[in-house]
C-alpha cells in the first residue's frame, strides 16, 4: 500500500547509456514532481505535473525527458547519461498544485561509470 | 528572490540532549514554513508545519515556532533520541501562490546522535 513508489531503487550504468526511472502514486493527487538530491543531500526540482500537464521545467539539460501517460504516473527518461548524472532522484506527489504536504518516494540512486 | 538558510551539519548530539538547528528565511508576502525529515535511505516526509506567523508547528516532541520579526523557524526538541538521526530540511511555501508553485528548499542539516 506504499503511497509514492519509484522503481529502481538502485541502478547502475555506464557513460553513453539510456535509462529510465518509474514513478507511481495511489494517493489520487493531481500533482507530480522529480526532484534530485545530491551527494550532499541538496535538493533540486526538476520538473512538475500537474494533470498530466507540464507546469515546472527547470533548467535541466533536454537529456531528462519526463512523461506522464496518466496523472498517477510520471517517468523520467535520461539519454546518453554522464558522470554527474550520479545522484539520488526523487519522485513526489500533493493533492494539487501548491498544497502540501509534498509525499516522497523512497528514491532512486543512479550511478554513472 | 525567495531563500531558506539553515545551520550547516552536521550536528552531533548524545542521546537525551536539547536539540535547536536553525532556519531563517526570505520572502515576499507572507509564507507558510515547514521541516521534513529525510531517514536514511528514505524519501523526505513532513515532520512540522506553520502557516502564519506565531503558530507553532509540532509533531513527535519536535517543535518550532514561525516568527515573522526574526523571520525565523527553528526546529527543537527536548531529548534527543538515536532513531532521530536523520537529515532535517526547512522549506518554504511562496505566498501569494501562483501557477509555478514551487518549494523553496533549505540545503538540509545532517542530524547525529550517539547513545
Known amino acids: 500500500d506504499t503511497a509514492v513508489s519509484q522503481t529502481p531503487k538502485y541502478l547502475v550504468t555506464q557513460m553513453g547509456n539510456d535509462k529510465s526511472i518509474k514513478c507511481e502514486q495511489n494517493?489520487?493527487?493531481?500533482?507530480m514532481y522529480w526532484y534530485k538530491q545530491d551527494s550532499k543531500k541538496f535538493l533540486k526540482i526538476m520538473f512538475s505535473y500537474n494533470n498530466k500537464e507540464l507546469i515546472i521545467n527547470e533548467t535541466v539539460p533536454n537529456r531528462f525527458s519526463p512523461k506522464s501517460p496518466d496523472k498517477a504516473h510520471l517517468n523520467l527518461h535520461i539519454n546518453s547519461l554522464e558522470l554527474g548524472d550520479s545522484a539520488v532522484y526523487f519522485c513526489a506527489s500533493s493533492l494539487r498544485q501548491g498544497s502540501s504536504p509534498l509525499h516522497f518516494g523512497n528514491g532512486t540512486r543512479l550511478t554513472v561509470t | 528572490g525567495d531563500s531558506v538558510t539553515q545551520m550547516e551539519g552536521p550536528v552531533t548530539l548524545s542521546e537525551e540532549a536539547f536539540l535547536t538547528i536553525n532556519c531563517t528565511y526570505t520572502a515576499t508576502g507572507y509564507p507558510s514554513l515547514f521541516w521534513y525529515v529525510q531517514y536514511p535511505g528514505e524519501g523526505l516526509q513532513l515532520l512540522l508545519k506553520?502557516?502564519?506567523a506565531d503558530d507553532k508547528g509540532s509533531n513527535k516532541g519536535f517543535e518550532a515556532t514561525y516568527r515573522k520579526e526574526t523571520t525565523s523557524f527553528h526546529l527543537e526538541k527536548g531529548s534527543v533520541q538515536v532513531s532521530d538521526s536523520a537529515v532535517y530540511f526547512c522549506a518554504l511555501s511562496p505566498t501569494p501562490m501562483d501557477s509555478n508553485y514551487q518549494l523553496i528548499w533549505g540545503a538540509g542539516t545532517k542530524l547525529i546522535i550517539k547513545p
Open positions: 494517493l489520487g493527487h493531481d500533482t
Open positions: 506553520a502557516t502564519k
